[in-house]
């Protein structure tokens, strides 16, 4: 039986039968998302859900069966496995989405209850602009322009990656369109249009050593794999720990973060004529005093 998908119009085949396993429906269910143009690493996020924890437990189940007390078991299955929290969210979420969607289309007639898993956010990690510097120094000459971009404008890699010649006019850098895993041509992650801004420095630089670019041409061709062994082998040689992405994107906006509370606390010190800013942060930072 096709039915059209509720998400994103398009046919869906889901054969109805007398027994529908739950491991089977979800396998169709993620390659209908994959056909549907969804991005690589979430359909592998997908794909090892099914393998390692649906259809190992209820793979052989008929869906129209799965309960709330089938989910609260499920739930407590995946607990004494000892997995975090976090990936046992993203496994329920999983289930709970498939089901969601076959009940749209009718072929469930309720939805069970999911437990609330509760996460504990992580603080992200960031790194300096002088480290950022001794990490780059470690980096192929080479390759060295790809990660200042990242570093100075907090972009995406995957943006990066995807950058024209025409895309940067002077110290502004417009982001259209993102390369994915698979190095497919995508549009931005929100799919918008982003302005990003970079030192008239590395604009003077590009400048100069990117002029004979034509305007379609790309600026990068270095793999995702590359820019990960890249990254990995410059951190090693500087001796820093730290992902790409929080090491640019991250750490960009931390940057920022910490640039306006030292403004914000300097202009405040000196409207209020402290001598000493240890004063200004006792007193007068927000939380500090109560606001009626």
């Given at each position: ?61 008929d869906l129209r069966a799965i309960s709330s ?224």
């Amino acid at each position: 039986m096709i039915h059209i998908c509720p998400t994103c119009g398009t046919d869906l085949l889901f054969e109805v039968t007398a027994i529908n396993p739950t491991g089977k429906s979800f396998e169709q269910w993620v390659n209908h998302l994959e056909a549907s143009g969804l991005s690589y690493a979430y359909i592998s996020k997908l794909k090892s859900i099914l393998a390692n924890y649906i259809r190992p437990t209820l793979g052989e189940m008929d869906l129209r069966a799965i309960s709330s007390r089938v989910v609260f078991d499920f739930y407590s299955t995946l607990l004494t496995r000892g997995l975090a929290s976090k990936t046992i969210k993203h496994i329920l979420d999983a289930l709970k989405g498939l089901l969601n969607h076959l009940h749209r289309l009718e072929v469930i007639t309720k939805m069970p209850l999911f437990p609330r898993v509760k996460v504990v956010a992580q603080s992200k990690r960031w790194i300096s602009i002088e480290t950022q510097k001794s990490i780059l120094n470690h980096i192929a000459p080479q390759h060295r322009l790809f990660f200042q971009i990242l570093f100075e404008s907090g972009m995406r890699p995957g943006e990066a990656r995807a950058l024209k010649r025409r895309d940067i006019d002077g110290t502004i850098i417009t982001v259209e369109r993102a390369l994915d895993e698979r190095n497919n041509l995508r549009p931005t992650k929100t799919g918008h249009v982003y302005q990003y801004q970079i030192s008239e420095a590395l604009s003077l630089f590009i400048e100069l050593n990117l002029s004979h670019y034509l305007p379609e041409a790309n600026l990068f061709t270095l793999s995702r794999s590359g820019i990960q062994r890249a990254w990995t082998m410059a951190c090693k040689a500087a001796q820093v720990s730290i992902p790409l992405y929080q090491a640019c994107r991250h750490s960009k906006a931390s940057q920022i973060n910490e640039w306006c509370e030292h403004d914000r606390l300097s202009r405040l010190k000196s409207a209020l004529q402290h001598e000493h800013v240890a004063t200004t942060i006792k007193y007068y930072t927000l939380g500090a005093r109560e606001k009626l």
